[in-house]
């Protein structure tokens, strides 16, 4: 009887816990996609040429110069050359491409795209919010036309975009530095699991309920005090149950700690969560 | 133990739960709303700034152009009686963004500089000295510039009260606005192609 009772209850907060997440609605960075998603391209490397333009040496070049700006200042730089723009506008093209993507990190918007369009020949660079203050268009426009133009007129693609990069990071150097920053926050993490997960092990050694409800009272007020309440309910019933098993864990969460510090850099190629305000400089060649 | 204990004992843990679920959902749903409310408001100040932006590259414009352009006053002119236009307005930013009557009286003034400053540029072709300043070549990018950046915080501001007002209507968000008087919001529609300055061939 007791034990059906408590999964009575346990089902009743469930099904309330899902009534309230569908409710919470995700924070949203930038109008939504006016294209139809298979249009804006999910960029998985930093230079994307879907011309073969560039040789596959000079793609390998360029990517690595970007991957190694980015470890070094988080500053992320990517280079998309389409074929044509099929009618679209190219600057509403260029956004959806940059903030779809959402280049360059949250919080400091520290994005940048340039885009090539070869059957128009247009050209645009596209700077986050975060590089307009090193980057405002009158000085894109010079490197737009000091570098980039007077290349490609010549049909020197890789050269062009080479120096505009070059010139670009000179622009911003200085304006970001990498702080490690990303990676203390994962670390950060997966230490406080794991001193949560020794705490409840340690209470779960007298008796698992015992762990478990100590487990599931320090998550909501965790819950509680960096998020809400709704948060620390669901935080609180996850405590509970992990809670439980707390005592079976043990070495295994000072592994999952290592890998959530590691998983920060290396790997394939994303968006940071960064926006874009509409700033840089449109060109043709 | 027994039976009835029990029962009461599950009933009562049912009301807590069921009590703690609504209270947060309403908690939540009251925040979301408020969120959308600010973030709109937020959107039109990021509108607002954009053209500020523009604004300020004026009197370094206005600077360097009057050596070169002492015979085209009017020019000159037009663009200052214009700028007074824009500072007139001393609605705060909020209250525009509630009000697409206010809306419109903001977005005029501005559209109003834009054709001012479109103009002079058109009058600086016929000085190249003057057009080859470092000035000027940055003045015309952040014209572009600003054009760009206004399509795109309008849009994006639109779209915050779009989401808004769908939130709102939605059910049980529309109880817990109208409980809280929050009530649908409008923006200004502006014309086909009105919203683009006059683009200047040269």
């Known amino acids: 009887m007791k034990k059906k009772a408590f999964t009575l209850i346990k089902l009743m907060f469930l099904a309330v816990m899902m009534v309230i997440l569908a409710n919470t609605s995700s924070d949203s960075y930038g109008s939504p996609d006016?294209?139809?998603?298979?249009?804006?391209?999910?960029?998985?490397?930093?230079?994307?040429?879907?011309?073969?333009?560039?040789?596959?040496?000079?793609?390998?070049?360029?990517?690595g110069k970007l991957e190694q700006y980015e470890k070094q200042t988080s500053n992320q730089i990517a280079i998309v050359i389409v074929p044509s723009l099929n009618g679209k506008v190219l600057e509403e093209y260029s956004m959806a491409i940059a903030q779809g993507n959402k280049l360059g990190q949250k919080g400091k918007d520290n994005g940048l795209l340039i885009l090539l369009s070869m059957?128009?020949?247009?050209?645009?660079?596209?700077?986050?919010?975060?590089?307009?203050?090193?980057?405002?268009?009158?000085?894109?426009?010079?490197?737009?036309?000091?570098e980039l133009v007077p290349n490609f007129k010549e049909g020197k693609f890789y050269k062009g975009l080479d120096n505009g990069i070059d010139k670009i990071i000179l622009a911003i150097k200085g304006e970001y530095k990498s702080d490690g920053e990303i990676k203390i926050k994962y670390i950060g993490y997966g230490v406080l699991f794991l001193i949560w997960l020794i705490i409840s092990g340690l209470?779960?050694?007298?008796?698992?309920?015992?762990?478990?409800?100590?487990?599931?009272?320090?998550?909501?007020?965790?819950?509680?005090?960096?998020?809400?309440?709704?948060?620390?309910?669901?935080?609180?019933?996850?405590?509970?149950?992990?809670?439980?098993?707390?005592?079976?864990?043990?070495?295994?969460?000072?592994?999952?700690?290592?890998?959530?510090?590691?998983?920060?850099?290396?790997?394939?190629?994303?968006?940071?969560?960064?926006?874009?305000?509409?700033?840089?400089?449109?060109?043709?060649? | 133990m027994n039976k009835l204990v029990v029962i009461l004992l599950v009933s009562l843990a049912a009301l807590v739960i069921v009590g703690i679920g609504s209270c947060s959902m309403i908690v939540g749903s009251y925040n979301n709303i408020v969120t959308l409310d600010e973030s709109a408001n937020k959107a039109w100040g990021k509108v607002e700034n954009v053209y500020q932006r523009r604004f300020d590259l004026i009197p370094n414009l206005?600077?360097?152009?009057?050596?070169?352009?002492?015979?085209?006053?009017?020019?000159?002119?037009?663009?200052?009686?214009?700028?007074?236009?824009?500072?007139?307005?001393?609605?705060?930013?909020?209250?525009?963004?509630?009000?697409?009557?206010?809306?419109?009286?903001?977005?005029?003034?501005?559209?109003?500089?834009?054709?001012?400053?479109?103009?002079?540029?058109v009058v600086v072709e016929k000085y190249p000295d003057l057009k080859a300043s470092q000035v000027m070549i940055q003045f015309m990018d952040e014209q572009a510039g600003t054009e760009n950046r206004v399509a795109v915080e309008r849009g994006r501001f639109q779209d915050t009260i779009n989401e808004y007002?769908?939130?709102?209507?939605?059910?049980?968000?529309?109880?817990?606005?109208?409980?809280?008087?929050?009530?649908?919001?409008?923006?200004?529609?502006?014309?086909?192609?009105?919203?683009?300055?006059?683009?200047?061939?040269?």
């Open chain 1, 119 to 146: 059957k128009e020949r247009k050209l645009r660079i596209e700077v986050g919010y975060g590089l307009e203050g090193v980057l405002p268009d009158g000085l894109c426009g010079r490197i737009r036309d000091n």
């Open chain 1, 34 to 63: 006016k294209f139809d998603s298979k249009e804006i391209p999910k960029l998985t490397r930093r230079v994307t040429d879907y011309t073969n333009t560039l040789s596959q040496d000079q793609v390998n070049k360029l990517e």
């Open chain 1, 203 to 285: 209470f779960s050694l007298i008796h698992r309920a015992v762990g478990a409800t100590v487990g599931a009272i320090i998550a909501f007020i965790v819950g509680l005090l960096f998020w809400s309440l709704a948060v620390a309910i669901v935080l609180g019933i996850i405590g509970f149950f992990v809670g439980l098993i707390s005592r079976d864990i043990g070495s295994f969460a000072g592994d999952i700690a290592g890998t959530i510090g590691d998983s920060g850099t290396g790997g394939g190629f994303s968006g940071g969560g960064g926006g874009f305000g509409g700033g840089g400089a449109s060109g043709s060649w």
């Open chain 2, 165 to 202: 007002n769908s939130t709102i209507r939605r059910f049980p968000n529309n109880i817990i606005a109208g409980v809280f008087g929050f009530g649908k919001r409008e923006y200004y529609k502006a014309e086909q192609g009105a919203e683009k300055a006059p683009k200047v061939k040269f």
């Open chain 2, 62 to 121: 206005m600077e360097t152009a009057k050596g070169y352009l002492t015979f085209e006053k009017e020019t000159l002119i037009a663009v200052t009686e214009a700028r007074k236009q824009v500072t007139d307005i001393k609605v705060s930013s909020e209250e525009i963004a509630k009000n697409p009557m206010l809306q419109k009286q903001f977005l005029d003034a501005q559209q109003n500089l834009g054709s001012a400053l479109s103009r002079l540029l």
